[in-house]
């Protein structure tokens, strides 16, 4: 991704939804990585001195997988038995090796890319599948053509020329 002409302001069109009516994402947690968060680190501390940025805490960095559903559709129990049904799902499957790196630009945030994208296939798989069987919610087989994993680093907290953070 080029950097684009101009940041804006990530929230500025989000109403922060009431508890509850959010929505259930499924997520790869990255903080038990210790080389990943050193790179997101590193990063930030050389995006710190940029005003409008706000950085990802170190301990929530991720890789979001799949947006689920809206939260209402999800109680309690059906979140226990799509986390344990992807467990199963996953329990023979190697992990996935990826490389972290290449810095992409959103209007909104900067991230690091993670590649290759057919690495995770067999995550995103399980948590379509996972989501699928337990909340009956249709989920596509296969990434989506759109899905480009990445962690982001920071958003974007105003609207301002991006060429000042690059």
Partial sequence: MSLPDQMTDRWQ???EPPPGEG???WHMLMRDYPRVVDLARQAQQRLAGFDGLHMSPLAWLHVTTLLAGPAADFPPDKLRQ???TAA???ATTNPAAVTLGQVLYHPEAIM???TPDEALTAIYDATCSATHQVAGAHAPGG???RWRPHITICYSTSSQPAKAHH
């Fill in 112 to 114: 690091l890319g993670v």
């Fill in 88 to 90: 199963d799902i996953l």
């Fill in 143 to 145: 990434q989506p053509a």
């Fill in 82 to 84: 799509m986390t344990e």
């Fill in 23 to 25: 929505v259930v994402s």
């Fill in 13 to 15: 069109n989000r109403p």
